[in-house]
């Protein structure tokens, strides 16, 4: 009876065996593919009967162990929407999709989600970010302007970059940072010579550009319309493309006479445009306290449309912003406006947490997406597929998707892939004991044969 037992416990050792050896080559083949997870086998004895006295070979039953949470190296890719994972998760994808039966316009993908650790992702021909398996990344929708996430359950979807063109911004503001020279001779003065202009462009809400320019003019203190001080100056603002009139202001500095005003900061500001502009036209002066902002808000007629420009000369009775101190010509420190032209797509940029922000050519940096990472209590026991991809089971829990860094989470690193986390000679060396395992299991076979013969021949 033993001797038929150890027959059919060869035969499963043989089984048991064959079956290292298939997980094996299928980890040997797989060293290459970006995200792969390693397949090592388990061996469990069986039992057929056994106690003190007798042990009837049961044999032994190979299972396949999951190796899906153990991380592969991560190497450096080319592209910024090659991603991995460091740490624990999976990123969450969605299968190809199918094509709506008798349309001609687009696809439908399933409510199932899968999981993957395979990063290698790039823009398809719509918009969607694909991995090299074909499966479609999956991300929260953000509010571009508040980067709000909307990360309800269930609201993550394949991300689709569709937001090709960046809308203009009209200018509402221009900064100015200049120092007027304190030993300039006054423009009444004989052989005086006008400053260069300061200009900038601006952007109308349809995103065409047009120049503000501010021509500085030392006041002569004898003037009387306006009334002229020998630290004051005009600044004769205009508009390219605009039917409103030339606004003129005074700028009026500190000589440290009044302790909150320092000598050379700007004390105060005054409309002395001559004729008087329009109430349609009028600028709007705010207040001209020592620490407030110096504002002058100009309405400009541009086309049928009016657009509002505030001009800050910095802070009254500090050295930022207008400032007249010794120097040689109106120097210019920085000159900045808050408008934006119309850009189109450049490229992607991903962090650390995830976010997908659309670079474009007006140098706009705007996030729309951002994944989430999804995790498993027993991340082990998913269902392998296809393309390096799983889905969930009852033994592995469903996924908790969290935003990357938190929760236990790994972060994202862009431009980056997970290699397989097969090791070629940890392989070599499994094989090479299961090759020797199989060919004694063989022998045991052999002699069990010889044996058996040697009963047969015992009738002869």
Do not use: C
């Amino acid at each position: 009876m033993s001797l038929f037992a150890s027959l059919t416990t060869a035969v499963g050792g043989l089984n048991a065996q064959s079956a290292a050896i298939g997980n094996i080559s299928d980890n040997v083949a797989n060293a290459q593919t970006v995200g792969f997870k390693r397949i090592d086998t388990g061996f469990e004895s069986l039992v057929t009967s056994s106690n003190a006295n007798f042990n009837q070979p049961g044999g032994v039953l190979a299972q396949p162990v999951y190796e899906n949470a153990l991380s592969g190296s991560l190497v450096t890719a080319a592209s910024s929407s090659d991603l991995a994972i460091s740490g624990q998760g999976f990123f969450q994808v969605k299968a190809p999709p199918s094509t709506t039966a008798g349309t001609t316009t687009g696809s439908q993908f399933s409510g199932s989600n899968f999981y993957t650790r395979r990063g290698d992702f790039t823009i398809n021909n719509q918009g969607y970010l694909v991995n090299g398996a074909g499966y479609y990344l999956e991300g929260y929708n953000v509010n571009p302007q508040t980067n709000v996430v909307n990360n309800a359950n269930g609201s993550a979807v394949p991300i689709q970059v569709t937001q090709l063109l960046d809308n203009p911004v009209s200018t509402t503001t221009v900064n100015l940072a200049a120092n007027l020279p304190s030993s300039s001779v006054s423009d009444l003065t004989a052989g005086y010579t006008t400053p260069a202009p300061v200009s900038v462009q601006v952007y109308d809400s349809f995103g065409n550009t047009h120049q503000a320019s501010i021509q500085f003019n030392k006041l002569d203190p004898t003037q009387t319309s306006p009334v002229g001080n020998t630290n004051s100056w005009s600044a004769a603002i205009t508009l390219a493309g605009s039917t409103s009139p030339v606004t003129t202001l005074q700028l009026t500095f500190g000589d440290g006479s009044a302790a909150s005003t320092a000598a050379g900061t700007l004390a105060s500001i005054a409309d002395i445009t001559s004729p008087a502009n329009t109430a349609a036209n009028a600028a709007t002066i705010g207040p001209t306290t020592a620490g407030s902002a110096s504002t002058v808000s100009i309405p400009y007629t541009i086309g049928a449309a009016t657009q509002k420009i505030s001009f800050n000369f910095g802070t009254y009775g500090t050295d930022t912003g207008v400032t007249q101190f010794a120097d040689t010509q109106v120097n210019v420190s920085s000159i900045t406006q808050n408008g934006i032209a119309r850009g189109s797509f450049q490229n992607l940029s991903i962090d650390n947490n995830g976010n997908v922000a659309l670079n474009y050519s007006n140098g706009q940096s705007l996030t729309y997406f951002q994944i989430p990472i999804a995790q498993f209590n027993a991340p082990d026991q998913l269902q392998r597929l296809n393309g390096s991809a799983f889905s969930s089971t009852q033994t592995s829990g469903a996924a908790q998707l969290s935003s990357p860094n938190a929760d236990g989470a790994g972060s994202i690193s862009s431009s980056t892939l997970e290699q397989s986390n097969v090791d070629i000679a940890s392989e070599f060396t499994k094989l090479i004991t299961a090759q020797n395992v199989y060919s004694a299991n063989s022998k045991v076979i052999t002699a069990d044969n010889q044996l058996l013969q040697t009963v047969i021949n015992l009738v002869q």
